[in-house]
C-alpha cells in the first residue's frame, strides 16, 4: 500500500512540474506579444478639436458655444435664460 502512494505522489508531482513550466513558457510568450505599457508612444496621440465654451450670462453655467442663445449682446445657455 505504501509503494501505491509513493507512485501516485510522484505521478501528481511530475504532472504539476509539468503543467507549471507549461503555463511559465505561455506567459512569457504573451508578455512577448504585448507591448510596454510604459514604453513612450511611438507617435504622439493627436486630440479632437475642442468646443468653445462660453458662460451663461444669468445662471453663469458653461456650455458649448454651438449650442449659444444671444440677446441684448449677452450669451446664454437657453432661451429661457435669455428671456428672463
Not at 12 to 31: E, N
Request: charged fraction near 15%.
Amino acid at each position: 500500500m505504501t509503494r501505491v502512494l509513493f507512485w501516485l505522489a510522484l505521478v501528481f508531482l511530475v504532472l504539476f512540474a509539468i503543467r507549471s513550466k507549461i503555463r511559465g513558457m505561455q506567459q512569457r510568450a504573451r508578455a512577448q506579444q504585448q507591448p510596454n505599457p510604459y514604453a513612450p508612444p511611438a507617435r504622439p496621440q493627436e486630440l479632437p478639436d475642442a468646443e468653445l465654451m462660453l458662460c451663461c450670462a444669468h445662471c453663469g453655467v458653461y456650455y458649448p458655444a454651438s449650442e449659444n442663445v444671444q440677446a441684448k449682446g449677452h450669451d446664454y445657455c437657453s432661451h429661457a435664460h435669455a428671456t428672463l
